[in-house]
């Protein structure tokens, strides 16, 4: 067996799949190991936790106090009002609230009470704060002369892991879909597209195909909902602001993905890529976990995510019930930049369109 020319064969092959192996050989294993600043820490300790006074008596020095002694374990967020703060913590801007009576500060003696709220429907969040308020208390006491009252408040309704995972599970399918079977879709039309242009358009092509597979979305969403009787759990899968980010999140990621497959030509290279952002969104986007959990590098990265909102919006309306217009600005703005991304999308064809003629 002469191996010279098998070896010359698969060096030419290389030659013309450049730039497919650049991404697979350099761009993921980067993308994966950049993914460890992820872990940073296993502890939280700049978790976002509003401080709140429990009335208008409550002075710039308590809120003060407090502040300093939970630094600790958390990055302090000051509230003008208990329901502003609840209202951010149903939206996961923070994930505890710490609510203090007036006159902290000035107290030597006696017994303070203080309160610290957590959502029920973070699961993974529960069992931590029962430390994070231990944690409260053990430094409230070290830095004040009383006797320091930590007391947790769940607020309900509370879930189960399985019910909390369910809407994770649900934007993981839509999003594997986008970056998947949409770029695969679009790159088999690929022979047909001189007919195409001829008795239609790209731009026809591309709606046609988005509009179809973001109806084809109620599928998963009607098996979802069915698992969801079937065991009895206690979520709402068709509540209207978990379709809607759903439904809105999908179509930025198919726009995104068809942009992607636009401008490699709809090469083997376009679905590495695709398949590139749909690990770098798992990893770095905040759609698995909590992000309070993580570092703040790793937090400010996900919340420059657009999807990650959206993923905030399906759990939240699906496990609390809560009204949509409480997240009307998030859903806003995942519009806005879905209109963006598709602008980017007729670029691209208009792009792909010259390098045809």
Do not use: C
Not at 18 to 45: C, K, N
Not at 122 to 136: D, M, N
Not at 208 to 221: D, E, H, Q, R, Y
Not at 316 to 334: H, N, Q, R
């Amino acid at each position: 067996m002469r191996l010279r020319p098998l070896l010359r064969k698969e060096l030419v092959w290389s030659k013309r799949n450049l730039a497919a192996l650049i991404v697979l050989l350099l761009v993921v294993p980067a993308v994966f190991a950049g993914a460890s600043v992820a872990f940073q820490t296993v502890v939280p300790t700049d978790m976002p936790v509003g401080v709140v006074g429990a009335g208008q008596d409550v002075s710039d020095a308590d809120l003060s106090v407090v502040e300093g002694a939970v630094t600790f374990f958390s990055d302090p967020v000051r509230y003008e009002s208990t329901e502003h703060a609840l209202e951010d913590l149903r939206r996961e801007s923070v994930y505890a609230v710490i609510e203090i009576p007036a006159d902290v500060a000035a107290q030597s003696d006696g017994r303070l009470e203080l309160v610290l709220y957590v959502d029920g429907s973070l699961v993974p969040f529960r069992e931590t704060s029962k430390a994070i308020t231990s944690i409260a208390n053990a430094r409230l006491s070290a830095t004040l002369p009383v006797d320091v009252r930590v007391t947790r408040t769940v607020l309900e309704p509370t879930h189960t892991l399985p019910e909390f995972l369910m809407p994770l599970l649900l934007f993981g399918v839509i999003t594997l879909f986008a970056f998947t079977y949409v770029p695969y879709n679009l790159a088999a039309e690929r022979t047909a597209l001189d007919r195409i242009r001829t008795e239609s358009s790209l731009e026809a092509l591309a709606v046609s195909k988005l509009v179809f597979f973001t109806i084809l979305m109620a599928i998963p969403v009607g098996v979802f909902w069915l698992v969801a009787r079937q065991f009895e759990y206690s979520l709402d899968i068709l509540a209207p602001g978990a379709v809607a980010g759903l439904l809105v999140s999908f179509l930025l990621m198919a726009i995104v993905a068809m942009t992607i497959m636009f401008l490699s030509r709809f090469s083997t290279t376009g679905r590495f890529l695709n398949v590139l952002v749909l690990f770098g969104l798992f990893a770095l986007g905040g759609l698995i976990y909590p992000v309070g959990f993580f570092s703040p590098l790793r937090r400010a990265i996900a919340r420059l995510v657009p999807v990650h909102y959206g993923m905030i919006v399906v759990r939240s309306a699906m496990l609390k019930s809560v009204d949509i217009l409480l997240f009307d600005d998030w859903l806003l703005g995942l519009l806005v930049v879905t209109v963006v991304a598709g602008v980017a999308l007729e670029l691209s064809i208009i792009t792909y369109r010259r390098w045809l003629s």
